[in-house]
């Protein structure tokens, strides 16, 4: 098996990337060594000259692709392939950021930056979240009032896949910035979103199709800030005929690549302590001599889009068939790339992937590099710490079970219970048959005492509640997952430039 890592991404403002820039390098080498092996054979052809007839068709494709886009990126037609890949959503920084490593690394060491649009997938929402502040400057601002707030910018219809989802309410779409504005006013600076969404409205022309006005829109944005990479989308990949014969190959034999498949996926779950059936990836189902296919069949225009089975001797293929997660990034790390850039969450089901290379072609896998980042809003906070927080819980359960500690001489002087608790814990028994009885005595003492530091209780429950509302509001103004559109332009173009330049 390969070597499995736990990855996290920053807990501060940061950036992971892994391995370090100083070993990409030999990492590049060491995959296009094991790639390079000629006995092995993809649809009858040996592995090396199937990859650079592919890598040749796909590159044509992406270009073709982007200048339908009405984005035209001129460039080599061929050569070594440095890629990653997401669903076109309005992603956070820590997903936008692995594009500008793509491009900068791919410059670095001499690759074609190729970014996939995953359009199979479908969509699991469309709203943005924000954090609303209500600050008043006729008051002190109150972290009671901050909450999160989510705006939608088209009608929810369930999970559709991308590549046809279309905006369902062309007014909710054209209004979205007009109604998100006024939780953005008391943030303190300009985000991109008013501008931006000029651009989703201008792509809107173009083509009703989310995914694509999305996508659009946010090469719009990388070009402009110096980041241009080919892009594909999966729908795209899939009609080439390099991925036809891939199907053609697996499905082929596909009763033992059924069993490795799934070997893999149950010994992720034990090795990982996972219960549930669903992750990382589900099972494919069997029945009787009829096996299930790690692809999809695309339904109603590709709206939807059902399991692929196949009996042994079946040849699949289409336009409409459409790799599923682990079958994608295996075609990309097998047959298309030198390298591959993960986030934290495909990094880790990919070592299912790893698994099943390693089992079904006999070869250690292309490794993986691993890029997220923790970025910000520059929204002001509450001073409150955990620390802070953690004083405030510690004083309250002092004062709980101490009172003692907090009263004043006199007062110590003249309470009953105060006496007996300080005789009490001084003769503490020894035998465990005694404590039961003795500890009784000293909870008695202690409740005698408390209505005597009634006053600092309150106080510090008081003190405490104001912790945890800051904190709460904290965590809601520190979240890592607002979309990168919230952001001011100028910090948002510098931290992505920054990956980039591999800073």
């Known amino acids: 098996m390969s070597v499995t890592h736990r990855y996290r991404a920053p807990a501060e403002e940061g950036i992971l990337s892994f391995p370090p820039e100083t070993e990409i390098g030999p ?85 074609i930056p190729l970014n996939l649009i995953v359009d199979n997938d479908t969509t699991k929402n469309t709203h943005l979240r924000f954090a609303v502040l209500n600050r008043d400057a006729n008051r002190p601002w109150d972290p009671a009032g901050v909450h999160l707030q989510t705006v939608p910018y088209d009608r929810y219809e369930g999970e559709i896949t991308y590549e046809q989802r279309a905006v369902v309410d062309p007014g909710l779409f054209h209004s979205f910035v007009e109604r998100a504005e006024p939780l953005t006013r008391d943030w303190g600076f300009k985000p991109l979103l008013p501008e931006m969404w000029q651009q989703m409205r201008t792509q809107y022309a173009r083509t009703p199709i989310l995914g694509q006005i999305v996508s659009a829109t946010r090469r719009h944005y990388e070009r402009r800030w110096g980041c241009n990479n080919l892009e594909i989308p999966l729908s795209r990949l899939c009609a080439t005929n390099a991925f036809q014969r891939f199907v053609r190959h697996i499905t082929g034999d596909i009763a033992r690549f059924h069993r490795i498949y799934n070997e893999a996926v149950a010994e992720y779950r034990e090795r990982n302590h996972v219960r549930s059936r669903n992750h990382p990836v589900p099972d494919l189902a069997e029945d009787h001599d009829t096996y299930e296919a790690p692809f999809w069949r695309m339904l109603s225009g590709g709206e939807r889009r059902a399991r692929l089975m196949v009996k042994p001797g079946d040849v699949p293929t289409g336009p409409d068939l459409r790799s599923r997660a682990l079958t994608t990034t295996m075609f990309l790390r097998l047959i298309l790339s030198d390298g591959f850039i993960h986030g934290i969450g495909g990094a880790k089901y990919d070592e299912v992937t790893d698994a099943i290379i390693e089992r079904w072609l006999g070869i250690e896998p292309p490794e993986i590099i691993v890029v997220t980042a923790t970025f910000r809003l520059p929204l002001p906070t509450f001073p409150t710490t955990p620390e802070e927080l953690h004083q405030a819980e510690r004083r309250l359960r002092d004062l709980h079970w101490n009172p003692q500690r907090y009263l004043d001489s006199a007062t110590m002087e003249t309470v009953a219970g105060a006496a007996t608790k300080r005789l009490l814990i001084e003769l503490r028994p020894a035998a465990k048959a005694d404590r039961k009885r003795w500890f009784r005595q000293l909870a008695k003492a202690t409740a005698s005492l408390r209505p005597h530091a009634v006053g600092n209780l309150a106080h510090a429950t008081a003190n405490l509640d104001d912790c945890r509302r800051g904190m709460r509001a904290n965590e809601a103004l520190i979240r890592r997952d607002f979309a990168w559109c919230l952001f001011p332009e100028e910090l948002i173009s510098r931290f992505c430039g920054n990956v980039q330049a591999g800073r």
Do not use: W
């Not at 886009?69 to 392939?81: C, N, R």
């Open 27 to 111: 990492q590049l080498a060491r995959n296009s060594d094991r790639l390079n092996r000629r006995d092995i054979l993809i649809d009858g052809c040996p592995l090396p000259q199937f990859r650079d007839e592919a890598r040749r068709e796909v590159l044509t494709a992406a270009r073709q692709y982007l200048a339908e886009s009405g984005q035209p990126l001129p460039g080599p037609v061929d050569g070594p392939i440095f890629m990653s890949g997401h669903q076109p959503e309005l992603t956070h920084v820590g997903v936008l950021v692995k594009t500008f490593a793509l491009n900068g690394m791919a410059e670095r060491h001499g690759r």
